[in-house]
Each structure stands twice: as structure tokens, then as C-alpha cells.
């Protein structure tokens, strides 16, 4: 690799010296502060830092981190990546990230999805994975569809190769002005926010995972590779077992993703499988917990269609604790609550807690769903008798958890 600028090189020592000192001091994991310190010194310096690297950028509502560990596990067959491991999504992760592995010839970059434009613009990377689209808490439909808009206008006359799921209808509008498209038929667990056609505002007609507009030639492109309950099948037709041990459908999906993320780097499914089953947990998403013979397994959920996807995983066998949290990055508001279909719960031992634990106890008890109200985590989980308990967090919430077991990963 060619050498950084000089003052590049400055903003870049000196924001790993900032992460450095933040992680010492206890005030986080570092990734955020170093990259802004880096960009103050120099604004350039993301677009420096990502030249003469082969990036891909994940994009998503739901499942972007754990797809950003997949493609970098797999990629870690062509040598060093680069990656903002703990989802600190926006340029000063990713320039934190870059710095922190300034010879790595590859970088994975997980990107909110608001930023997208902006980080394809400054980093010209020449992949990008886009997987889904869904309302994040009071996020409404008209935001999403302008979301997708911009991702139109970012990717039309670049080069990049997208790597784009064809069940979601906006996402695939989002992404059809790109010059390359390498379509995956990935699934999408939750319709509530495409009924519309994206391109005329016409109703989309759905028949199993098909889709079609009514009123104008918009419809689902045919996928070149797809994934079937646990089996992934590739452009050759050739099926492959997603053995992975990451739980649930939502993860079989995002592993197809990312095995079509790195055919689109030359790694075959056949080395690039063995190193997505190495990944077992995702930033403490997955992990397990234990106090007094109590094993907690931390799910995350931050939105409704995450929700659905966090019910999925669970074990209808074990009983289950729901924390719940209105800080700012959760969304002050909890009205989401009501988008949610807790009847599936039905039937098993339920256990209510977080800040806003009183929001969601009113929302089980309108769903009929009897459940047992917790001041805190630590009694939910005392009350828990010895063995497994499956607890769905959203974002706040599950990190005061996993601060609490000392930052699981
Ligand atoms: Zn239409």
C-alpha cells in the first residue's frame, strides 16, 4: 500500500492514541472517539485511509453487524481485513477502523443505512451488500422510501457490485441503478412496510416469495443465489449446507448474503462456509451469560421486524425475559411496541423489565400474554430456576446487560 499524507498519518496516529486513552479511562470501547479526533484533524482522512483497499459496505435495517462478521470472517482467506467490529457505523467508526489496521488490504464496513451515499461517495468501495429495508422505531414508510431513494442516486454511474436482497421490493428499488447487481433471494420476515410499489405507489402483488407490481413493470429480479430453510443454493445450483451456529433464519439469510459477498471477492463457498461457522457470537449477540447456575442467552432486538426475528431464535421450550429501554438510541418513544405481535408467547413464562417496563406490560396484557413484572435484571434472572432462559433486549437495555457481565462478547 502506498503511504498515507503526512497530515493524514498525524490525524490517524493521534485518533488511535484518543482510543487508546478512552478505553483506558473506561469511557468506551474506543471506536467512536478515535475516528472523530481524526476527522477534526483531517476531513479527508476516511477517503485516504479507504484508497488502495478492497471495501465492501453492509447496509441494512436489521442483521448489518452480524453480516458484517460474516464477510469478514470469510475474507480472512485472502489476508487482513479491516472492520468496525462493534457497530460504530458512521464515519468516525470507520475511519477508527481503517487506522487501527493500516495495512490490511481488505476492509468490511458495516454503515448505517442514512450514511450510506456519503461513505460510498468518500470510499469508492467496489462492493456493497444491501439486505433489507424496515421501519427503525418511529422511523414512518414516506423515510424509508426517500432512504432508498438516495441509496438510487449514490449507486447510479459508479462501478460498485451490489450485492442486494430481491425478496424486500425496497430494497431492490434501491438498488436496480446500480451498474452490477448480484441478486439474492434472502427472505424477508417482515411485509408490514412493502405493500406499496416503490418505483409507482401501485399495490405489490405477492404470491410465496414472488412480487410483482399491478400497475407498472416493476417486480422481483430473478436471484442468482437464495437460501432454502437450511441450505444455501449458489448461481451453479449447487446446495450447501448453512451448518452455521449462529441461530435462527434470519442468520442462514444474512450467511447467504455473505457467501455472495465473497464470491464477489473470488472466495468460493467452499472456504469461505468453513470460517462462517467459526463465528458463534456477534458484539454479545448470541452469547450466554451465567449467574448462579442461571445461562442467559442475549438476544438483541432494536426494532419491530427485529422483534420477529428475536422470537424466531428463541426456544418455545425455556422461559423468557423482555427488557425494554427508551433512551436515545432505542427511540424515546415506545408506541412500536403496539407494531409487535407478542401472541407467540403465549404459553410460556414471561418475564418483564427495563425502564419502560410498564409500556410493554400494558402491551402484553392488551395481547393476553400473562407475564410476572421485574424491577430490574438481576431479580428477572433470581427468579429464573437453574438452567436456560432466552432475554430479548433492545439496544440500550441489552448493553446495560452486557455491562454488567463485564462486556460479553
Ligand atoms: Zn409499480
Known amino acids: 500500500m502506498t ?7 498525524l490525524a490517524s496516529a493521534l485518533g488511535r492514541s484518543a482510543a487508546t486513552l478512552s478505553r483506558m479511562t473506561g469511557r468506551g470501547d474506543g471506536s467512536v472517539i478515535g475516528g472523530r479526533v481524526g476527522l477534526l484533524l483531517e476531513p479527508d482522512l476516511l477517503r485516504k485511509l479507504a484508497h488502495d483497499r478492497k471495501l465492501a459496505l453492509i447496509s441494512a435495517t436489521n442483521g448489518k453487524t452480524t453480516t458484517t462478521r460474516l464477510v469478514t470472517s470469510a475474507l480472512l482467506e485472502l489476508g487482513e481485513v479491516a472492520t468496525n467490529a462493534f457497530g460504530a457505523n458512521m464515519p468516525a467508526g470507520h475511519v477508527s477502523a481503517l487506522s487501527q489496521h493500516k495495512g490490511a488490504p481488505y476492509g468490511v464496513l458495516e454503515v448505517d443505512e442514512k450514511y450510506l451515499p456519503e461513505v460510498l461517495d468518500t470510499t469508492g468501495a467496489g462492493v456493497v451488500c444491501l439486505m433489507n429495508l424496515s421501519r427503525d422505531q418511529m422511523d414512518r414508510a414516506a423515510e424509508i422510501w426517500l432512504l432508498a431513494q438516495k441509496w438510487r442516486r449514490a449507486l447510479s454511474g459508479k462501478p460498485t457490485h451490489v450485492i442486494a436482497n430481491c425478496d424486500d421490493p425496497l430494497v431492490t428499488w434501491g438498488a436496480s441503478t446500480a451498474a452490477k447487481v448480484t441478486w439474492v433471494a434472502g427472505g424477508q420476515r417482515w411485509k408490514e412496510d412493502s405493500w406499496c410499489c416503490p418505483e409507482c405507489g401501485g399495490p405489490l402483488d405477492r404470491k410465496d416469495a414472488d412480487w410483482a407490481c399491478r400497475e407498472c413493470t416493476f417486480h422481483r429480479p430473478e436471484p442468482q443465489w437464495a437460501v432454502d430453510d437450511d441450505v444455501a443454493l449458489d448461481p451453479a445450483g449447487e446446495r450447501w449446507l ?10 442462514r439469510s444474512n450467511a447467504v448474503m455473505a457467501l455472495a459477498v465473497a464470491a464477489a471477492f473470488g472466495v468460493p463457498v467452499d472456504r469461505a462456509l468453513p470460517r462462517l461457522r467459526e463465528v458463534t457470537s456477534v458484539a454479545g449477540r448470541y452469547t450466554t451469560v451465567e449467574r448462579d447456575g442461571r445461562y442467559a442467552r442475549l438476544l438483541l432486538s432494536k426494532n419491530p421486524a427485529g422483534w420477529l426475528e428475536a422470537f424466531d431464535v428463541a426456544d ?3 422461559p423468557i425475559i423482555l427488557s425494554v429501554n427508551a433512551q436515545g438510541p432505542d427511540g424515546r418513544d415506545t408506541s412500536w411496541l403496539w407494531d409487535v405481535d407478542y401472541r407467540i408467547l403465549r404459553g410460556r413464562p414471561v418475564f418483564v423489565t427495563g425502564e419502560r417496563r410498564l ?7 392488551v395481547a393476553e400474554v400473562p407475564f410476572t413484572l421485574c424491577d430490574t435484571f438481576t431479580e428477572a434472572l433470581a427468579m429464573q430456576p437453574p438452567g436456560k432462559v432466552d432475554v430479548i433486549a433492545n439496544y440500550t437495555a441489552f448493553q446495560q446487560i452486557r455491562s454488567e457481565f463485564g462486556r460479553a462478547v
Not at 503511504?3 to 498519518?9: G, I, K, M, N, T
Not at 448453512?242 to 442468520?251: E, K, S, T
Not at 409500556?359 to 396484557?365: E, G, K, N, P, T
Request: aromatic share 0%; no cysteine; glycine share 4%.
Open 359 to 365: 409500556d410493554l406490560a400494558l402491551r402484553l396484557d
Open 242 to 251: 448453512l451448518d452455521i451456529q449462529l441461530p435462527g433464519q434470519a442468520n
Open 3 to 9: 503511504q498515507l499524507p503526512l497530515r493524514a498519518q
Open 316 to 318: 418455545p421450550q425455556l
